[in-house]
Structures are given as structure tokens and as C-alpha cells.
Nanobody, 117 residues
Framework: QVQLVESGGGLVQAGASLRLSCAASGRTFSSYVGAWYRQAPGKEREFVAAISWSSGGANYADFVKGRFTISRDNAKNTVYLQMNSLKPEDTAVYYC??????????WGQGTQVTVSS
């Protein structure tokens, strides 16, 4: 049983930073991709960033480049999302996902990030 548990969300002011964590368990993830998505009220879930568990290679949505950094700790089976210079439009529920064959297959329960202006 794969389980993804996110943490680190909260309420911050614009310009602040947060670090989200996603602890994965239940199988070996070394051949998969860890990712973060987000969903704002009334909007569809959108891709934020992804990282190869094996190589560490990462890619980002254009709207977070230069502000967010995804990383992973293989020993802890954990993926992180460091979010700097947060904006009110970053307010959303952030979901951790594991991609298998390029498709999101496993999801966490989500963590709320609220950025006030």
C-alpha cells in the first residue's frame, strides 16, 4: 500500500517562504518521479514541479521557475518543495504525487498553502 503524507503548509504573508514535505512509503520509488501539483478553488489541478527519484533531474512550471525548488532525500523517501517569494496567487491545496510511466498514479491528501497580500 503506497502512502504519501504531505506536511508544511500554512498561512503566510506575500514574500514569505514555506517548505513542503512529502514522505512516501509502501514500495521502492527509485525508478519513479516525485512531483508536486496544486489546486486553487474553482480551478483544475495543475503541475508545479517534478523530480526524478534516481537522477535528481527536475523540471518546473513556468510560473514557479526561480522561486520554487524541488528536491528529494532518497534515504528518507521524501520529496520537498521549497517555496520562496510566495504570492497570493500561489494560494492552493498542494498535492504530492508519484508518477509511474509519466502519469500521476499515487497522491497524497494535500496540504493547504494560503498567501495573504
Amino acid at each position: 500500500q503506497v502512502q504519501l503524507v504531505e506536511s508544511g503548509g500554512g498561512l503566510v504573508q506575500a514574500g514569505a517562504s514555506l517548505r513542503l514535505s512529502c514522505a512516501a512509503s509502501g514500495r521502492t520509488f527509485s525508478s519513479y518521479v516525485g512531483a508536486w501539483y496544486r489546486q486553487a478553488p474553482g480551478k483544475e489541478r495543475e503541475f508545479v514541479a517534478a523530480i526524478s527519484w534516481s537522477s535528481g533531474g527536475a523540471n518546473y512550471a513556468d510560473f514557479v521557475k526561480g522561486r520554487f525548488t524541488i528536491s528529494r532525500d532518497n534515504a528518507k523517501n521524501t520529496v520537498y518543495l521549497q517555496m520562496n517569494s510566495l504570492k497570493p496567487e500561489d494560494t492552493a491545496v498542494y498535492y504530492c504525487g508519484v508518477l509511474v510511466g509519466g502519469r500521476p498514479t499515487y497522491w497524497g491528501q494535500g496540504t493547504q498553502v494560503t498567501v495573504s497580500s
